[in-house]
């Protein structure tokens, strides 16, 4: 009888670790199956008209995203300057902080509250109104049209 020199216990050919460990190998190798997921059984029991708001839900919030990211270059200008209002004049994030090399001057407004301009471009100008007992800024407007006011996304 002849000996075999290779030992089974070490011995794998191709085909044997190609295969699916199944169950019992998971289980032999220390990994655990993954559960099944409770999506397609949780959707099986709802009611159709749920499922159905519920995909409309997702689209539509898609659609918004979306929408918001083709926002025109004077759209996102406006959006911009519209949240500086509100802010400290001398909060340093503020365009007046941040740009004061492009100021082009004060003005001292009928009401008391102090107007501060600033260039954009060569076209366009923007101002914004300060309150004079909050030191905040209260409202902005812009001088140019809306291609040369503009802030590209």
């Not at 990211?69 to 759209?75: D, T, V, Y």
């Amino acid at each position: 009888m002849k000996a075999r020199s290779e030992n089974a216990c070490t011995h794998h050919s191709n085909e044997q670790s190609a295969q699916p460990l199944g169950q019992a190998g998971l289980a032999y190798s220390g990994l655990r199956p993954l559960p099944a997921s409770p999506l397609p059984q949780t959707l099986a029991v709802m009611p159709k008209e749920t499922v159905a708001l519920l995909s409309l839900g997702v689209i539509l919030l898609t659609a918004t995203a979306v929408g918001c990211a083709h926002e025109s270059a004077h759209e996102n200008f406006n959006r911009i300057m519209n949240g500086q209002v509100g802010k400290s004049a001398s909060d340093p994030t503020t365009d007046i902080g941040r740009y004061w090399s492009n100021r082009i001057g004060e003005t001292k407004l009928s009401n008391g509250n102090t107007e501060i301009g600033f260039r954009h471009s060569r076209e366009c100008r923007y101002f914004f109104q300060i309150d004079k007992t909050t030191n905040k800024i209260v409202a902005w407007r812009f001088e140019g049209t809306e291609d040369t006011c503009e802030i590209p996304q």
